[in-house]
């Protein structure tokens, strides 16, 4: 909930720095992968990403024959890819076989909540970006733009400055926190204000839930019923899946 991901996101998704490499690629990784579909995901992103046609038997290719896939399409090419949300080092040691060292520039972003990861020498040089929480200025607006997006110019009332102030501190600058909360309290009248702050005292007492997942929690209670079985139901699904819709 910092905003590791949305930072690393922005640099990707910048066309100016897309410029300067052939080919780039977005890998969610999470704790549980199966590094054959990590390459798979490497193939269909490049080649997607320059409208190039994945090859049409990657899905019954093996270890051997994919990695050889990507090391052929990368070797001679300036390229981008981006970690996301990796666990463990070993994750590291079996995915470079496949990012070869081509002396042309090419830059691998990570992001990791793990500091043992981060500080990995990864036989590269490494550069370490730690993110810091939200100044104080800083998360208020963050919160106001959410909160108060229905009212005059995004700006508080007076009557619900110092409550708001005090919702604010609690996020402790988590940017995610801060979003949750805010999104919350957009829909609340000025009477009930005072009731979430209350419930969010209590559910701050829970010692197995993290900060962020307090938050999120009273969000989720928030819901309108056939909200939270939708919500339920996708917990079904594994992290970072993908589901489709029709």
């Known amino acids: 909930g910092s ?5 690393v996101a922005k640099t990707f998704n910048d066309e ?32 997607e990403a320059n ?16 990695l050889q896939v990507l090391v052929n399409y990368l070797e001679s090419k300036r390229y981008m890819v981006v970690l996301d949300d990796v666990w463990d080092i070993k994750l590291w040691k079996e995915i470079k076989i496949a990012l070869p060292n081509t002396q042309f520039g090419s830059r691998i972003m990570l992001t990791t909540r793990r500091e043992d990861v981060a500080s990995y ?7 370490i970006h730690h993110i810091q929480p939200l100044e104080k200025n800083d998360a208020w607006e963050l919160f106001s733009s959410k909160a108060f997006s229905a009212y005059q110019n995004k700006c508080c009332p007076p009557d619900l400055q110092s409550l708001a102030e005090e919702l604010v501190e609690k996020c402790e600058g988590l940017p995610l926190a801060v979003v949750a909360l805010g999104g919350l309290m957009s829909s ?17 007492t829970i010692p197995l839930l993290e900060l962020v997942e307090n938050i999120l929690f009273l969000s989720f209670d928030d819901l309108p019923y056939p909200l939270k079985h939708c919500f339920l139901y996708c917990s079904l699904f594994p992290e970072d899946y993908s589901i489709r819709r029709k």
């Open 51 to 66: 409208k190039e046609k994945v090859p049409a038997d990657m899905n019954s290719m093996r270890y051997k024959e994919l």
């Open 16 to 47: 100016r720095v897309k410029k300067q490499f052939h080919c780039c690629a977005w890998l969610t990784v999470s704790q549980t992968y199966v590094i054959e579909d990590l390459f798979r995901s490497l193939i269909k992103e490049f080649h």
């Open 3 to 7: 905003g590791k991901t949305t930072l």
């Open 188 to 204: 609340k009248k000025p009477f009930e204000w005072k009731q979430v702050y209350n419930s969010l005292n209590l559910h701050l």
């Open 121 to 127: 020498s990864f036989g590269v040089q490494s550069h």
